[in-house]
Every structure is written in structure tokens, then in C-alpha cells.
């Protein structure tokens, strides 16, 4: 994608402004539950460390709509950095401005500070052009590592690259993008892609999308629901976006049209409420009753599924298969999980959901890759120019010029 990255150029001495995704869920005490996002970028601190750069992070968390929440603010993310990374974090409570400017002109070589979450500030998420060049002002290099915000159009990881001369990616950004290109721009074949979730509309394009570029494609959770009704069978209480009845109806024409083998659910666990203590029971997938709802693939459909992944080289998996969460509805999903992971292809997991998912299940270290960005990597295997991506790719023309 003609990026540069962090150790293809020349930063020794320089301080670099890095654009991290550390945005950790928190208890109602401010504590972080999961510290996975930020192990996940300490490989790229790390190595600006050691070539004896100034690092200043920002970030955000959470959804603060532009106005300062003290219960989402990055003072615990710097703690944990501290403990990480063996040495002190320096946490500055504000991200632009006379305060910050002052504290990064005190830095050392090989010192690291964290600036405030930066959508405390409105300007980050309407990509103010101004609030971009405030925060490239800050250092000499700019380096992306976020890519679970690279769909987004933010100042800070697209504003900020028409004001810095030096910009590149880190290497989560490129160990995600080559995952990315191994399971669909050039693949190991068959390649088998499954997916699921609640929300067709929000998969009608990705559907499109992999049809054309996969060998099965297996669907299975809400989403099929909407399908079923398009095709003409009884679904009960089952969720339907019926505005979509029609796009629906024509992606599964697209699908078939393409002649690769595409599997749909063929039994489910249906209850009589959304409940936990709801009666449940096993139908074939053309005898839900009315008053029923679908919440779970059967047995019979985890079979065929699992039978379909068998011979694939590759991977690529996107969306639950039932309402997990809920443990009379998770056997679908944990038993596709448990499937994937043994196999012998290329397993790569699309974020979200499905992260959880697996890392509930305990399976994490036999899948060949997990992403860090659900909404970035969907918006990928939709076949999407993702924003931070795009901004990065016309900036490494000086980046590289940089590195020699």
C-alpha cells in the first residue's frame, strides 16, 4: 500500500507524535479490564525507544462527544504504560496548547508522555484542519499505529499529515495490513470466509464484497434471518431489518450468481422469549414458529459448517453465530470457534464481537491472527479506502524521502 513504516526510516534523535489505539474498557472505579490495545502497540514504542526518540502518545477513549469526562480520561492508560514499559509515563491533561508544548520541549531523549484523550476536544472528530496542525506542531515524525480508528476521518490521523513533513505507519498498523493482504488480496486457497452478527445492513456490502473474492462463504447469526425472509421462509420473531428485504434479496442473487458454494444455516435453537430462562428447542431451519425466535445455529448446522471449513487454507471470520453472551445461545458460536481453531488454515479474526468471542472461549493463541480493529478491518473486507490508511500513503512520499 506504498506506506512507510516506522523502522524503514530515519528517526534516531526525533520526536515522534504517535497516534496509538489505547482505548481500554474501564470499571466504574477507572480501572482497566483489558490492557490488550495497549501491549499491542508497545512493540513500536519500544522501538522508537531504542532508537533514542521523544514519544508522545495520543489517543482516545471512549465516546465523550467533544466535552472533558473525567471518567474517560487516558491518566489510568499511563500507569499501565509505566508498569509495561518499565519506566515512568509522564501524563499531561491536555492534548493541544501552551501546557503541552511546554512539557514536550522539557522532554529527554527516550522519554515518553501521553497527552488527554483527544475527543475531549470536538475538533478530532469533524477533522479540523486547525486542530491538526496544533498537534503536528508537537513533534517532527509523525507515526500511525491506530488501526482500529483508520476508517475514521479524525484530525489526528488525517488532519495532522498535511502539516507534519515526516509521517509513517508502526508496525501493528503493518502486521494488521499484512494479515489483511495475506487472507484476501493474495490468499492460500480455498479461502472461506464466515460471517455473521445481528445487523444485515451492516454486512450487505461486505457480502458483495467477499463473494467475489472467496471459494465458500458461510453465513450464519442474525443477519441470515433478513436473507430467509427475502427467500420466502417463516423466520417467526426472529430479528428482520425489512427495510433491506430487497438488498437482501438481490446480494443472495450476486452470491449465486458467482457459483461459489455458499452455506446457510440448516437448524436452529429457538426460545419462546429473549431470556435466559426462556424455553428453548431445536428446529430445521424451515419450521421456526411464529411466535418463536431464532437465536443460536443447531447442532445440524455446526456439523455442515465445520465440514465446509475442513480443507480451507485460509480463514477469514467476521461475526458471531448466535446471541453468545447469553450461555443457552452461545453453543453455535463457541463450537465454530473451537472448529476454527483446529484447523490447519490461516485463521484470521475480524475484531468486534467475534474477538470477545474467542477470547472468552480461551482460544486466542491457536488463531493465526486477531485484528484490533473491528470497524476498520469490516470497512477492508468491504473493499473500502480506509481514511487513516489513504492520508498515511500521500504523506510517504517525505517519510521515505526522510529515511535516505
Same mark, same amino acid.
Given at each position: 500500500?506504498? &506506506?512507510?513504516?516506522? =523502522?524503514?526510516? =530515519?528517526?534516531?534523535?526525533?520526536?515522534?507524535? !504517535?497516534?496509538? @489505539? !489505547?482505548?481500554?474498557?474501564? @470499571?466504574n472505579g477507572g480501572n482497566i479490564t483489558d490492557d490488550t490495545r495497549i501491549r499491542a502497540v508497545l512493540p513500536t514504542i519500544n522501538y522508537a525507544l531504542d532508537e533514542n526518540a521523544k514519544v508522545i502518545l495520543v489517543s482516545h477513549l471512549g465516546r465523550p462527544k467533544g466535552k472533558r469526562v473525567e471518567g474517560l480520561s487516558l491518566a489510568p492508560v499511563a500507569k499501565r504504560l509505566s508498569r509495561l514499559l518499565d519506566k515512568d509515563v509522564k501524563f499531561i491533561p491536555e492534548t493541544v496548547g501552551g501546557e503541552v508544548e511546554s512539557a514536550i520541549s522539557s522532554m529527554k531523549q527516550g522519554e515518553v508522555v501521553l497527552l488527554e484523550n483527544l475527543r475531549f476536544y470536538p475538533e478530532e472528530e469533524s477533522n479540523d484542519a486547525e486542530f491538526g496542525q496544533r498537534l503536528a506542531k508537537l513533534a517532527e515524525v509523525y507515526i500511525n499505529d491506530a488501526f482500529a480508528t483508520a476508517h475514521r476521518?479524525?484530525?489526528?490521523? *488525517?488532519?495532522?499529515?498535511?502539516?507534519?513533513? *515526516?509521517?509513517?505507519? #508502526?508496525?501493528?498498523?503493518?502486521?494488521? &495490513?499484512?494479515?489483511?493482504?495475506?487472507?484476501?488480496?493474495?490468499? *492460500?486457497?480455498?479461502?472461506?470466509?464466515? *460471517? #455473521?452478527g445481528a445487523k444485515i445492513s451492516d454486512k450487505l456490502r461486505l457480502l458483495g464484497n467477499l463473494s467475489a473474492k472467496v471459494d465458500k462463504l458461510i453465513v450464519g447469526g442474525g443477519l441470515v434471518f433478513t436473507l430467509f425472509k427475502a427467500i420466502g421462509y417463516e423466520v417467526g420473531k426472529s430479528i428482520v431489518e425489512d427495510s433491506v428485504i430487497d438488498d437482501a434479496r438481490a446480494v443472495v442473487e450476486t452470491i449465486r450468481g458467482r457459483g461459489i458454494k455458499f452455506y446457510l444455516p440448516v437448524d436452529f435453537v429457538v426460545a419462546d422469549k429473549f431470556d435466559p430462562s426462556a424455553?428453548?428447542?431445536?428446529?430445521?431451519?424451515?419450521?421456526?414458529?411464529? @411466535?418463536w425466535m431464532a437465536l443460536d445455529i443447531g447442532p445440524a448446522t455446526t456439523a455442515l459448517f465445520s465440514e465446509a471449513i475442513?480443507? +480451507?487454507?485460509?480463514? &477469514?471470520w467476521n461475526g458471531p453465530m448466535g446471541v453468545f453472551e447469553l450461555d443457552a445461545f452461545s453453543r453455535g458460536t463457541y463450537a465454530m470457534i473451537s472448529h476454527v481453531a483446529?484447523?490447519? +488454515? !490461516?485463521? &484470521?479474526?475480524?475484531g468486534g464481537d467475534t474477538d470477545v468471542a474467542v477470547h472468552r472461549a480461551g482460544e486466542m493463541a491457536k488463531m493465526s491472527y486477531i485484528s484490533t480493529g473491528g470497524g476498520a478491518f469490516l470497512a477492508l473486507l468491504e473493499g473500502k479506502d480506509l481514511p487513516g490508511i489513504a492520508a498515511l500513503r500521500q504523506c510517504s512520499a517525505g517519510a521515505q524521502a526522510a529515511g535516505g
Amino acid at each position: 500500500m506504498n &506506506i512507510a513504516y516506522i =523502522d524503514e526510516m =530515519d528517526i534516531k534523535n526525533k520526536s515522534i507524535l !504517535l497516534r496509538a @489505539d !489505547l482505548n481500554v474498557p474501564l @470499571d466504574n472505579g477507572g480501572n482497566i479490564t483489558d490492557d490488550t490495545r495497549i501491549r499491542a502497540v508497545l512493540p513500536t514504542i519500544n522501538y522508537a525507544l531504542d532508537e533514542n526518540a521523544k514519544v508522545i502518545l495520543v489517543s482516545h477513549l471512549g465516546r465523550p462527544k467533544g466535552k472533558r469526562v473525567e471518567g474517560l480520561s487516558l491518566a489510568p492508560v499511563a500507569k499501565r504504560l509505566s508498569r509495561l514499559l518499565d519506566k515512568d509515563v509522564k501524563f499531561i491533561p491536555e492534548t493541544v496548547g501552551g501546557e503541552v508544548e511546554s512539557a514536550i520541549s522539557s522532554m529527554k531523549q527516550g522519554e515518553v508522555v501521553l497527552l488527554e484523550n483527544l475527543r475531549f476536544y470536538p475538533e478530532e472528530e469533524s477533522n479540523d484542519a486547525e486542530f491538526g496542525q496544533r498537534l503536528a506542531k508537537l513533534a517532527e515524525v509523525y507515526i500511525n499505529d491506530a488501526f482500529a480508528t483508520a476508517h475514521r476521518s479524525h484530525a489526528s490521523n *488525517v488532519a495532522v499529515t498535511r502539516f507534519i513533513g *515526516v509521517c509513517g505507519a #508502526g508496525l501493528l498498523m503493518r502486521q494488521e &495490513i499484512t494479515y489483511f493482504e495475506r487472507a484476501v488480496e493474495n490468499p *492460500v486457497r480455498p479461502v472461506v470466509a464466515i *460471517v #455473521g452478527g445481528a445487523k444485515i445492513s451492516d454486512k450487505l456490502r461486505l457480502l458483495g464484497n467477499l463473494s467475489a473474492k472467496v471459494d465458500k462463504l458461510i453465513v450464519g447469526g442474525g443477519l441470515v434471518f433478513t436473507l430467509f425472509k427475502a427467500i420466502g421462509y417463516e423466520v417467526g420473531k426472529s430479528i428482520v431489518e425489512d427495510s433491506v428485504i430487497d438488498d437482501a434479496r438481490a446480494v443472495v442473487e450476486t452470491i449465486r450468481g458467482r457459483g461459489i458454494k455458499f452455506y446457510l444455516p440448516v437448524d436452529f435453537v429457538v426460545a419462546d422469549k429473549f431470556d435466559p430462562s426462556a424455553e428453548t428447542k431445536v428446529v430445521t431451519s424451515q419450521e421456526i414458529p411464529k @411466535d418463536w425466535m431464532a437465536l443460536d445455529i443447531g447442532p445440524a448446522t455446526t456439523a455442515l459448517f465445520s465440514e465446509a471449513i475442513q480443507n +480451507a487454507k485460509t480463514i &477469514i471470520w467476521n461475526g458471531p453465530m448466535g446471541v453468545f453472551e447469553l450461555d443457552a445461545f452461545s453453543r453455535g458460536t463457541y463450537a465454530m470457534i473451537s472448529h476454527v481453531a483446529n484447523t490447519y +488454515a !490461516l485463521t &484470521i479474526i475480524g475484531g468486534g464481537d467475534t474477538d470477545v468471542a474467542v477470547h472468552r472461549a480461551g482460544e486466542m493463541a491457536k488463531m493465526s491472527y486477531i485484528s484490533t480493529g473491528g470497524g476498520a478491518f469490516l470497512a477492508l473486507l468491504e473493499g473500502k479506502d480506509l481514511p487513516g490508511i489513504a492520508a498515511l500513503r500521500q504523506c510517504s512520499a517525505g517519510a521515505q524521502a526522510a529515511g535516505g
